[in-house]
């Protein structure tokens, strides 16, 4: 139909010559189509980003199906009186404790030692960051196809906002490399995980909420939260204001400011609502413990 119409208009007077320009920019089009991808598949950094955002999915479903079971049934005896749906949800969190632990160490590092996305935090080199992001992403893919075949256990629908939120980020971190700074400064937010974790295997495990480990922890994970995600944030945005209307700003094209505005807004209102209920249930434990005491001293009795 496209060749039919071209032919058409090469052959009228007014029109001749216009059929070729159709060609030749049709052929024009589809070479700079072919030269990007060709470019794209023959960059070694960007394939090995994809290899480590595979082997990341890889692993963590590994780890998930294969070695979390495994070694929970030998560190935590309690683990074989699990549910199924908790077995489900407990290898889940392990999962999650370890890509916080690995990713968070990796983010600090970054922050403290990569001069060039400390500078410019818009366009600085961001091949660390890239690595780092590419182990999230594939673990954020492999969280996701979990929780939806999962659903009855785990299935989370602010879990699956932020997963997306933060992958629809990460698109542009790992595809035009920009952004670096933002995308790793998000991920400190991972030191808080482990607590989080912490406080539901030892729901599920048994230990009453007054108990020492629990409430040392729940004090852990309220302290942690709020400095990794909520203290942070004035720091954060500020940075943020100080490169806005910036030529470098402006060289973002709008789907990656949207995906750095919105998707920061969107993580940080979620992070308040967590926090609350953080705060609230660390509240409800230390009353309840400091009930303990008193009416054990009320008893005559000592721990």
């Not at 290898?91 to 990713?103: E, G, K, Y």
């Not at 991972?190 to 729940?218: D, H, M």
Request: aromatic share 16%; charged share 15%.
């Amino acid at each position: 139909m496209d060749s039919d119409y071209g032919e058409i208009l090469g052959s009228s007077p007014r029109y001749s010559g216009y059929g070729n320009y159709l060609s030749a920019s049709e052929e024009m089009s589809s070479y700079s189509s072919s030269k990007m991808w060709a470019l794209a598949a023959m960059d070694p950094f960007s394939q090995l980003i994809l290899v480590i955002a595979v082997a990341s999915f890889l692993f963590f479903q590994w780890l998930f199906h294969r070695a979390s079971p495994w070694v929970s049934t030998r560190v935590s005896p309690g683990f074989l009186r699990l549910a199924e749906k908790q077995k489900v949800e407990w290898n889940s969190r392990t999962v999650s404790t370890l890509h916080a632990l690995v990713v968070g160490l990796f983010c600090l590092y970054i922050l403290l030692f990569d001069d060039a996305v400390n500078e410019d935090p818009v366009w600085g080199d961001p091949t660390l960051v890239k690595i780092n992001v590419g182990m999230t992403t594939g673990y954020l893919i492999s969280d996701l196809l979990l929780i939806f075949y999962y659903w009855k256990a785990i299935g989370d629908k602010y879990f699956v906002l932020h997963h997306l939120a933060a992958l629809y980020a990460y698109y542009y971190v790992l595809g035009q490399g920009m952004l670096p700074y933002f995308a790793n400064f998000r991920l400190l937010a991972e030191f808080s995980t482990p607590c989080v974790n912490q406080r539901w295997f030892f729901e599920v495990l048994g230990y009453p909420k007054s108990s020492r480990p629990n409430i040392a922890n729940g004090m852990a994970m309220a302290v942690v939260f709020f400095l990794v995600r909520i203290a942070i944030m004035p720091l954060y945005y500020s940075r943020m204001w100080a490169v806005y209307g910036t030529d470098a700003f402006y060289r973002v094209p709008l789907g990656g400011r949207a995906a750095w505005i919105i998707s920061s807004v969107c993580l940080d209102v979620m992070n308040v609502m967590w926090m609350h209920k953080i705060a609230r249930g660390c509240y409800k434990v230390m009353r309840s413990g400091r009930r303990h005491k008193v009416e054990t001293q009320e008893n005559g009795k000592t721990d």
